[in-house]
């Protein structure tokens, strides 16, 4: 008996049957979340008046002269090679391109030099500095024009886009220390220590720990430094009187005289002096919004 018994194989449960489906209730809103019309309605409106404008700009410059229609069929590209070739929109564009990309650069490595002495470094009068640094924003560069087309024509750079460069630099320089700053103190000062331990020097650390850090940031001050001296148009006015010198939003002027206004030619001018900004700041919008929001968070 105790051997059948211990031989005995014990029964297996039989599987639970499983539940049956319930329905699952809907969860109830809450009482902040308001309902998707009361977004989408003025999001739909901003993006109307956004958007009309850019269309009625590429209306009057692929339509064909003279016409009324509302749709540009057929299209042409007669006011594009008119504002190209006749107009020298050429010259104006490479000139454009110089000015943004020297003052880019000369914005970028002044406000690094700058942005990490105010960021690493204590002084007696860096409070005020940082207090005139703002204070700057608030000085229009209309105010300076006679002082800096002085210093300009005893530097004999007057027409030269050398000083446009200079300006657009300086214009920008108070700002994008600023930022640069910000940056460089969100970066732990205890990596630049554990890299002087390891053998680099101030210089040395600086540009194998912080530097790759500070891309984001370099970025956004970048591209604020490009488009404030691609769009700007005073400095260019003033300190340039050469035609084969001047820019793109000066050319845009020269299609406007007092009697009448090219509207085509001067369309087809528009679109190709935001084409390029729009392409960059396409490709960089990733790190742009990287480097925008770099400040708001401690890390």
């Not at 650069?105 to 002084?123: D, P």
């Amino acid at each position: 008996m105790i051997i059948e018994e211990v031989t005995r194989v014990a029964p297996v449960p039989a599987p639970p049957h499983p539940a049956p489906d319930r329905p699952r209730r809907r969860r109830s809103r809450a009482w902040d979340e308001a309902p998707r019309w009361q977004i989408y309605v003025p999001l739909s409106v901003y993006l109307l008046f956004t958007l009309v404008p850019f269309y009625w700009i590429l209306l009057f410059a692929l339509r064909r002269p003279g016409s009324t229609s509302l749709v540009p069929w057929p299209v042409t590209f007669e006011h594009f090679e008119k504002v190209w070739n006749e107009r020298e929109f050429g010259v104006y564009f490479q000139n454009s391109v110089l000015t943004g990309v020297a003052t880019l650069l000369l914005t970028t490595l002044v406000a690094l030099a700058g942005g990490y002495a105010l960021a690493r470094f204590e002084f007696r009068i860096k409070r005020g500095f940082m207090i005139a640094l703002l204070c700057t924003q608030f000085v229009p560069g209309a105010l300076l024009l006679v002082p800096l087309f002085q210093i300009f024509a005893e530097l004999r750079m007057i027409n030269s886009l050398a000083s446009v460069i200079i300006a657009e630099t300086v214009f920008q320089l108070p700002l994008s220390m600023i930022l640069i700053s910000g940056f460089i103190r969100n970066v732990p000062y205890s990596l630049e220590e554990a890299a002087w331990v390891d053998g680099c020097n101030r210089f040395t650390g600086f540009r194998i720990v912080v530097l790759p850090l500070l891309r984001p940031g370099l970025i956004a001050v970048g591209s604020f430094a490009f488009v404030h001296a691609w769009n700007h148009f005073l400095f260019a006015l003033m300190f340039l009187s050469d035609q084969s010198k001047q820019t793109i939003p000066v050319g845009l002027n020269t299609l406007m005289s007092a009697d009448s206004v090219d509207l085509g030619a001067l369309a087809a001018g528009g679109i190709i002096a935001a084409v390029p900004v729009v392409i960059v700041f396409a490709f960089i919008q990733k790190w742009l919004i990287t480097g925008f929001s770099a400040g708001a968070v401690k890390g």
